[in-house]
């Protein structure tokens, strides 16, 4: 799988729209990117996931580079409960195989303040 | 549903000691997985089963056994505990077979400290 790099923390202002980048310059045409988050002292929790197109879901929006090799996670108006570590994973969809293995790297922790 | 549950939720082990880590799903999913988080690290997968009878070992396997006699249950077994085995566990589960495209779900965690 291919490995990402995530800065290390950001902040982002309530209510405001937290834009957390993820480079991927080796992802595979195969590859998909994953979000997920954890909240302090929880298990990760799964926000949305992408391979070419843009996605949207309750959560998040999800925009992918033409070339692939970024992407951002949107939080449109982030809430203090938002605050947590993201991780961005690629992977590829396990087609005839068995595992969906997540590699986690140590992710981006978001803090939004008041 | 109750979702994936694992007990205990906090644990204090001596060197040398055993013990069993538990985790159930009631979501009749086929794929289960254990990882572990150690302090400002992402997770690192331990074992993975794909169904009941199945099980296979992921990239920090040494020093654990864990069995799937059952779709619902993936126990973690800690044979002789050690302080590098001080870390934070968590179970997860997903839906389907191969190639399918599903979010994994991942229990409350327990914390596990030896010392």
């Known amino acids: 799988d291919a490995k990402t790099t995530q800065p290390p923390s950001m902040d982002c202002a309530e209510g405001r729209a937290a834009n957390l980048p993820c480079n991927h310059s080796?992802?595979?045409?195969?590859?998909?990117v994953y979000w997920y988050r954890q909240i302090h002292s929880q298990g990760p929790q799964y926000i949305i996931h992408?391979?070419?197109n843009n996605e949207t879901n309750e959560m998040a929006s999800l925009i992918i580079t033409e070339d692939r090799k970024s992407s951002t996670l949107i939080l449109p108006h982030a809430t203090l409960r938002d605050t947590a570590v993201y991780y961005c994973i690629v992977r590829v969809i396990d087609y005839g195989g068995a595992t969906n293995k997540l590699i986690f790297g140590t992710g981006t922790l978001l803090a939004v303040q008041p | 549903n109750a979702g994936v549950t694992q007990t205990p939720k906090f644990r204090i082990l001596k060197i040398g000691q055993s013990m069993t880590l538990q985790c159930t799903q009631d979501m009749n999913h086929n794929y289960m997985y254990w990882y572990r988080q150690d302090p400002g690290m992402g997770l690192k997968l331990i074992y993975y089963?794909?169904?009941?009878?199945?099980?296979d070992k992921g990239e920090v396997p040494n020093g654990y056994n864990v069995s799937r006699s059952t779709t619902e249950d993936f126990p973690l077994r800690l044979e002789l505990a050690a302080p590098s085995q001080t870390s934070v566990y968590f179970c997860?589960?997903?839906?389907?077979?191969?190639?399918?495209?599903?979010?994994?779900?991942f229990g409350p965690g327990t914390r596990l400290t030896v010392t």
């Open positions: 089963s794909v169904g009941a009878g199945i099980t």
């Open positions: 080796t992802i595979s045409g195969n590859e998909y």
């Open positions: 997860a589960s997903r839906p389907g077979g191969p190639g399918a495209d599903y979010e994994q779900y």
């Open positions: 992408g391979l070419k």
